[in-house]
């Protein structure tokens, strides 16, 4: 049974930055794709970033430049380091894996002040 469990999430001013975390259990973390995504209230929940098995990175044109994925696989962790935050940023981040079926995480809310 894979587990994903977030942390990280909190009130930031704009222009500040977040570091969330993602730590995976109950599968080969180590060759596993990972993603963040987010979701507003109202709204669909959207792509942020994506790491594929082989090391490829994604990300949504809003996050561009300002947002890193990146994993730490002695501690089957995977990270999304936030930067420059804007206000349209907040939401509830989610962490998702397929692993035979699609998991998430509960969720860790990142809520970013004018």
């Known amino acids: 049974q894979v587990q994903l469990v977030e942390s990280g999430g909190g009130l930031v001013q704009t222009g500040g930055s977040l570091r969330l975390s993602c730590a995976a259990s109950g599968s080969i973390f180590s060759t596993s794709a990972m993603s963040w995504y987010r979701r507003v209230p109202g709204k669909q929940r959207e792509l942020v970033a994506g790491?594929?098995?082989?090391?490829?990175?994604d990300y949504a044109d809003s996050v561009k430049g300002r947002f890193t994925i990146f994993r730490d696989n002695a501690n089957n962790t995977v990270y999304l380091q936030m930067n420059s935050l804007k206000p349209e940023d907040t939401a509830v981040y989610y962490c998702y894996h397929y692993y035979g079926r699609p998991y998430w995480g509960q969720g860790t809310l990142v809520a970013v002040s004018s």
């Open positions: 790491l594929s098995s082989s090391g490829t990175t």
